[in-house]
């Protein structure tokens, strides 16, 4: 099937969210997989501008993010930039008493100083909004365990900045 460039935003966001815990599950850092997931969607629209037929998207854009997910662990990374860019939009909240007295910016940092299961877990939790029972089979841990590192995130959360 062949795709128009004027569907691509459509599509993108069918994609984003299956494709984006995809990503994220295979990177440790938030900026990591935000760079991977920019890739993947630019070389999904130049495939579908160039107007290759593409018979199943979800598993070609799969495909582009496996080879994307290959090309990064190839790579050697000599600097790590610390969140260039928030990964939750201004409209999406961690939680609302805690944004109501901060800036994300400032709970970002904080979150990047949490062990990286507690990282993923706040991820796939407020930005995806995955259960915990779908989070704990993405990251093959129990959910129990999720459960208790994102409660236990947010009560430092609120301790630091309430």
Known sequence: MRYSPAEFEKL???L???IGIYVFSKVRHIDDAQD???NVMLSLFKAIKKGHDIDNLEDYTYKIARSELSKFYKTTIEEQILFEEEIIDESEQ?????LNHVSEALIWKEIKHLDHLTQQALVLKYKYDLSYS???KQLNVSASTLKYKVSQAILH???KFL
């Open 36 to 38: 991977i997931m920019q």
């Open 16 to 18: 984003k969210k299956p």
């Open 157 to 159: 959360l609120q301790e």
């Open 134 to 136: 779908q989070m704990a």
């Open 94 to 98: 961690l939680h609302e008493d805690t």
């Open 12 to 14: 993108y966001n069918t």
